[in-house]
């Protein structure tokens, strides 16, 4: 996979944004194009709610059935299928796009339970129905709060995120063969 925008996109300190590593974006990648290619491929719809660094990491043909909901506005001009988002407002999503996501992936840019209930009330938005498959990064302490707001378990995949000082591990609440790997950046 060739990804571009680690090496032309410069993480912002004060939007608190922390790029995955390549091999990570190439792992969470995967498990997004699992669950697309069960759904059927091109009728499959994947929303990332702030993480660019995946979307952009995902090939063309797979990104035209995504759409990025960032509050980094200087996105949208590497992208149409941008969309401003504000956790402080969650709920300000959009309605042509309430309920039309068969794919959603979260990783806040904090890991506050206030904030995470926000991205729940979007996820919940967004979802084609309460069966959407929802992939999220947080710290171990927010295990509780995966499982409580989103039925979402720990995989055996730790991502790698070069700058940021603490370990997250990826929650999802489906069976994914990509997130069941220990990642190798890690041991």
Avoid at 35 to 51: D, M, N, P, Q, Y
Avoid at 104 to 129: K, M, Q, R
Wanted: aromatic fraction near 12%; hydrophobic fraction near 35%; charged fraction near 20%.
């Amino acid at each position: 996979m060739t990804n571009t925008f680690h090496s032309t996109t410069a993480e912002k300190g004060d939007l608190n944004q922390y790029w995955y590593s390549e091999k990570t974006c190439e792992v969470l990648c995967d498990a997004v194009k699992e669950i697309v290619s069960l759904k059927g491929g091109e009728s499959a719809r994947v929303a990332f709610l702030s993480t660019p660094s995946l979307f952009f990491s995902l090939g063309e043909e797979v990104r035209k059935l995504c759409i990025l909901f960032d509050f980094d506005n200087s996105l949208g001009s590497c992208s149409s299928q941008f969309e401003f988002y504000d956790y402080n407002n969650p709920t300000n999503i959009d309605k042509k796009l309430h309920h039309t996501f068969d794919v959603i992936v979260i990783d806040p840019p904090f890991i506050s339970p206030s904030v995470w209930e926000g991205y729940s009330a979007t996820a919940a938005l967004l979802g084609v129905n309460e069966n959407a498959h929802i992939i999220c990064t947080t710290v171990e302490q927010n295990a509780g709060l995966m499982e409580r707001l989103f039925n979402c378990k720990a995989t055996q995949f730790q991502p790698s995120i070069p700058k940021l000082v603490y370990q997250y591990n990826t929650y999802a609440n489906f069976p994914s063969a990509a997130l069941s790997i220990i990642n190798p950046e890690l041991e």
